[in-house]
């Protein structure tokens, strides 16, 4: 079992940055994927980074791309979101998420409860 929990999220201005972050508690070890996920009002929840706990292989959505950052402590229990030259469409609340080894990629068994960030123009 893991528990996640998100914070850092508030509100900014376009152009600003936002550092997320999410701490990991119980079995890491069993855990080998961590990533972030955004839901809007009316849309669907959607990726946006994930990184793997063995080698540090990242992916991004590509409209992040060049402005989000992912990274993880050595320890892999803080997991963290960079967000910079942030937009308007960049609002939804952002969720950490942890894939159990053996599980099918894309499919995220551990979330958090969820942090949001308001980008205003």
């Known amino acids: 079992q893991v528990q996640l929990v998100e914070s850092g999220g508030g509100s900014v201005r376009a152009g600003g940055s936002l550092k997320l972050s999410c701490a990991a508690s119980?079995?890491?070890?069993?855990?080998?994927?961590m990533g972030w996920f955004r839901q809007a009002p009316g849309k669907e929840r959607e990726s946006v980074s994930t990184?793997?706990?063995?080698?540090?292989?990242?992916t991004y959505i590509d409209s992040v791309k060049g402005r989000f950052t992912i990274s993880q402590d050595n320890d892999k229990r803080t997991l963290y979101l960079q967000m910079n030259s942030l937009k308007t469409e960049d609002t939804a609340r952002y969720y950490c998420?942890?894939?159990?080894?053996?599980?099918?990629?894309?499919?995220?068994?551990?979330w958090g409860q969820g942090t949001q960030v308001t980008v205003s123009s």
């Open positions: 998420a942890a894939r159990r080894c053996g599980t099918p990629y894309s499919t995220m068994n551990y």
């Open positions: 119980g079995n890491i070890p069993y855990v080998c994927e």
């Open positions: 990184i793997r706990n063995d080698d540090g292989t990242t």
